[in-house]
């Protein structure tokens, strides 16, 4: 029996976790959420993660000086950080492993997540019928038929 591979996620949208989170599970990936660096930093010892995505836009400043504990934490444990942003931020290049710069594709963002897990398959995109993914649906342009 395999263990799933894990990934949490750093947001503080909720609706943007829910949306991630229903791709990773349809992707055969587990999820943690954190809705801060500081909360991520404590489920990070208890919950194994195998890539930690962290939407630097939506941390609040004063949480900024948070991310080192994280740092320190995945480094320990040989998880990389995937940060989302509208900028690069100004951090030491051995903390990040990635960056994808908003706006993004789900499916960019995907491809990474993917490259990290070490998997070289392609990611399904198409989501299950469900009703979290309303909101994915209207994210992710279809191709005209």
């Known amino acids: 029996m395999s263990v799933l591979p894990s990934v949490m996620t750093v947001d503080s949208s909720a609706e943007s976790r829910e949306i991630l989170q229903a791709l990773l599970e349809y992707q055969g990936i587990n999820t943690v959420e954190a809705a801060d660096i500081q909360q991520a930093v ?7 993660a195998d890539v930690v995505i962290v939407d630097f836009d939506t941390i609040e400043l004063k949480e900024k000086d948070n991310l080192v504990p ?76």
Not at 42 to 48: F, T, V
Not at 101 to 120: A, C, M, S, V
Not at 131 to 144: L, Q, S
């Open 42 to 48: 404590q489920l990070l010892d208890s919950e194994k």
């Open 70 to 145: 994280l740092w320190h934490k995945s480094a320990l444990s040989d998880t990389p950080i995937v940060i989302l942003g509208t900028n690069r931020p100004s951090i030491p290049a051995e903390l990040v492993c990635d960056f994808v710069r908003k706006p993004y594709h789900y499916q960019q963002l995907l491809h990474k997540i993917l490259e990290h897990l070490g998997r070289t398959s392609q990611a399904r995109i198409s989501p299950p019928s469900d009703d979290r993914w309303e909101a994915f649906d209207t994210a992710i342009p279809r191709k005209a038929a």
